[in-house]
T-cell receptor, first 115, second 111 residues
Framework: DAMVIQNPRYQVTQFGKPVTLSCSQTLNHNVMYWYQQKSSQAPKLLFHYYDKDFNNEADTPDNFQSRRPNTSFCFLDIRSPGLGDAAMYLC??????????????FGPGTRLLVL | RKEVEQDPGPFNVPEGATVAFNCTYSNSASQSFFWYRQDCRKEPKLLMSVYSSGNEDGRFTAQLNRASQYISLLIRDSKLSDSATYLCVVSPGAGSYQLTFGKGTKLSVIP
């Protein structure tokens, strides 16, 4: 089945130790997103790629970076994780075809714990 | 005013009950509207899109009132499996890829 896959599902890191979360998709969607979701809060968009074009949200800290080497893969790099970065990180995809362009399909998420 | 506002709940209802969730949005230019469902510690999943004329999918009915900037979701004959958080989601549409999420309304269906 076509899907959005995130690895790892759970990640434990130390304060200040860089960490990379990965996302891959078999949907061949041209738009990919990274969200941060903390407990009892709405998902917060960090950035998105439209094809290779990177779009950063204004309030996304510089500590968060992203790479999209090809259509299928997208990475979230947290350069120096702080305790406040502990959250669920959700990858999503969408396509700009037809009326479903805004429908986003989410991966299962990576839950990050910072010690 | 928050961009997308929902009653956080929780709504605790018995099986078979009818329950309604409401959502208001602040951007009058918004074009696309959705309800997503999120189970505990899982990812959001699209439940249904909301159309101007209102739409129904089985036990679920969504309504949109553009004049009042208000969206609703009605669940009839609640099942235990309906227990989840329901997220109201709004997009400017017109080629924008931004979704604005509400914080969600938590529903617990009780046997």
């Amino acid at each position: 089945d076509a899907m959005v896959i995130q690895n790892p599902r759970y990640q434990v890191t130390q304060f200040g130790k860089p960490v990379t979360l990965s996302c891959s998709q078999t949907l061949n969607h041209n738009v990919m997103y990274w969200y941060q979701q903390k407990s009892s809060q709405a998902p917060k968009l960090l950035f998105h790629y439209y094809d290779k074009d990177f779009n950063n949200e204004a309030d996304t800290p510089d500590n968060f970076q992203s790479r999209r080497p090809n259509t299928s893969f997208c990475f979230l790099d947290i350069r120096s994780p702080g305790l406040g970065d502990a959250a669920m990180y959700l990858c999503a995809t969408s396509t700009n075809v037809g009326v479903w362009e805004e429908t986003q399909y989410f991966g299962p998420g990576t839950r990050l714990l910072v010690l | 005013r928050k961009e997308v506002e929902q009653d956080p709940g929780p709504f605790n209802v018995p099986e078979g009950a009818t329950v309604a969730f409401n959502c208001t949005y602040s951007n009058s230019a918004s074009q696309s509207f959705f309800w997503y469902r999120q189970d505990c510690r899982k990812e959001p999943k699209l439940l249904m899109s909301v159309y101007s004329s209102g739409n129904e999918d089985g036990r679920f009915t969504a309504q949109l009132n553009r004049a009042s900037q208000y969206i609703s979701l009605l669940i009839r004959d609640s099942k235990l499996s309906d227990s989840a958080t329901y997220l109201c989601v709004v997009s400017p549409g017109a080629g924008s890829y931004q979704l604005t999420f509400g914080k969600g309304t938590k529903l617990s269906v009780i046997p």
